[in-house]
């Protein structure tokens, strides 16, 4: 089964300095997706990146940028001049081909930015 | 555009009773998925539908049901609720394309006391 593990459950950064979270999976697919989604207190999620594994470039999106190592199965996002709006619980998900393309979640990591 | 909207926004039952959350998806998506997120943890796949038609579920049992209508809105049912039923039920919208993140509602947050 497709797992997505977090292994920091909170993270905290200074305002203007980066940040990295760190995302590992387990699959046995050749092809697929991966997302970063933000949650902030107003409890939507929201997109924030994807990777597509067939892709050897990273993806990056503006101040966010991800490190994809398909081989070792990581997917870590870095959050370059880190702003207080940063300030959110951050989901890594793997998009699955079965059961409909669900989306499987790792636990998040809580990121606080400090002033 | 519009974006996927959640009703209601906080619900509180009883146990044992029965409740019916709603989502309207974003304008051209046909593919409309459930989550269940327990506090302090991360969503939960409960079932995903597509052009009305159930075409995926995770591991949640048979009272969690759900609908999809022809305008690809959707309802979740959940019958003889229990305490740990209480969580924040996220709808989310998407084509049914791998290539496409889903869009979420900002979820129902449900009690059950």
């Known amino acids: 089964a497709q797992t997505v593990t977090q292994s920091q459950p909170e993270m905290s950064v200074q305002e203007a300095e980066t940040v990295t979270l760190s995302c590992t999976y387990d699959?046995?697919?050749?092809?697929?997706?991966l997302f970063w989604y933000k949650q902030p207190p107003s409890r939507q999620m929201i997109l924030v990146i994807r990777?597509?594994?067939?892709?050897?470039q990273n993806a990056t999106e503006n101040r966010f940028s991800v490190n994809f190592q398909k081989a070792a199965k990581s997917f870590s996002l870095k959050i370059s001049d880190s702003q207080l709006g940063d300030a959110a619980m951050y989901f890594c998900?793997?998009?699955?081909?079965?059961?409909?393309?669900?989306?499987?979640f790792g636990a998040g990591t809580i990121l606080r930015v400090k002033s | 555009e519009t974006g996927v909207t959640q009703s209601p926004t906080h619900l509180i039952k009883t146990r044992g009773q029965q409740v019916t959350l709603r989502c309207s998806s974003q304008?051209?998506?046909?593919?409309v998925s459930w989550y269940q997120q327990a506090l302090g943890q991360g969503p939960q796949f409960i079932f995903q539908?597509?052009?009305?038609?159930?075409?995926g579920r995770g591991n949640f049992p048979p009272r969690f049901s759900g609908l999809q209508f022809p305008n690809y809105s959707s309802e979740l049912n959940v019958n003889a609720l229990e305490l740990d039923d209480s969580a924040l039920y996220l709808c989310?919208?998407?084509?049914?394309?791998?290539?496409?993140?889903?869009?979420f509602g900002s979820g129902t947050r449900l009690t059950v006391v």
């Open positions: 989310a919208s998407s084509l049914p394309r791998r290539e496409d993140g889903y869009t």
């Open positions: 699959t046995s697919e050749s092809d697929y997706y």
């Open positions: 990777q597509e594994a067939y892709k050897q």
């Open positions: 998900a793997y998009r699955m081909t079965e059961y409909g393309n669900k989306l499987v």
């Open positions: 304008s051209g998506h046909n593919t």
């Open positions: 539908y597509y052009r009305e038609e159930e075409n």
